[in-house]
């Protein structure tokens, strides 16, 4: 099983993953972010290293995998070919508004090697909505058909809770039908 939690800078996604490893703590967690604290020193070089260090640690096979990304560009499409024979793969897509994205970084510390100068986060959100609008998801479905998409608002902490429950009970009708 795979669940890959995507959505813009800021939407949720660690949270959501956390919660979710919380609940199953047996499953596999990898993050572009965890890749990038561990690989990257936010240069081009560091994050195309890292890009490939989070590639290869994707099980191709049914092992239970967190998979925390944006869900864009050249790194999704890697992700989704090498998920695409998975039989049980879920997308949790956290929709939050770009307004609610720019409070949240306000107060947020930023320890991650960003692969581009923090001063232009507000265009990589504005991207990363642009695409989404655009019908990035769309393409994914095509890629795994077997997948099951979530499209969730996540605007406020009840938000996640409802999203970390939804996930469970998934999870879990997934896991009793497999005994």
């Given at each position: 099983?795979?669940?890959?939690?995507?959505?813009?800078?800021?939407?949720?996604?660690?949270?959501?993953?956390?919660?979710?490893?919380?609940?199953?703590?047996?499953?596999?967690?990898?993050?572009?972010?965890?890749?990038?604290?561990?690989?990257?020193?936010?240069?081009?070089?560091?994050?195309?290293?890292?890009?490939?260090?989070?590639?290869?640690?994707?099980?191709?096979?049914?092992?239970?995998?967190?998979?925390?990304?944006?869900?864009?560009?050249?790194?999704?499409?890697?992700?989704?070919?090498?998920?695409?024979?998975?039989?049980?793969?879920?997308?949790?897509?956290?929709?939050?508004?770009?307004?609610?994205?720019?409070?949240?970084?306000?107060?947020?510390?930023?320890?991650?090697?960003?692969?581009?100068?923090?001063?232009?986060?507000?265009?990589?959100?504005?991207?990363?909505?642009?695409?989404?609008?655009?019908?990035?998801?769309?393409?994914?479905?095509?890629?795994?058909?077997?997948?099951?998409?979530?499209?969730?608002?996540?605007?406020?902490?009840?938000?996640?809770?409802?999203?970390?429950?939804?996930?469970?009970?998934?999870i879990q009708n997934i896991m009793s039908d497999n005994l």
């Amino acid at each position: 099983m795979k669940i890959l939690v995507i959505g813009n800078i800021a939407s949720g996604k660690s949270t959501l993953s956390n919660s979710i490893l919380g609940l199953y703590p047996e499953f596999c967690s990898i993050s572009i972010d965890e890749m990038r604290k561990l690989h990257s020193d936010g240069s081009e070089l560091g994050e195309k290293y890292a890009k490939q260090v989070f590639i290869d640690c994707i099980s191709s096979d049914e092992t239970c995998q967190i998979i925390e990304f944006s869900g864009i560009g050249e790194l999704a499409a890697l992700t989704f070919e090498k998920i695409k024979s998975d039989s049980n793969i879920l997308i949790i897509y956290l929709r939050v508004p770009e307004e609610i994205i720019n409070l949240r970084l306000q107060n947020r510390c930023w320890d991650t090697p960003f692969p581009l100068p923090l001063e232009n986060l507000p265009t990589a959100i504005k991207h990363t909505s642009s695409e989404f609008s655009r019908g990035v998801i769309e393409s994914h479905l095509k890629m795994c058909p077997q997948s099951v998409l979530l499209s969730l608002k996540n605007e406020t902490n009840a938000d996640i809770q409802v999203i970390t429950e939804l996930c469970r009970l998934y999870i879990q009708n997934i896991m009793s039908d497999n005994l």
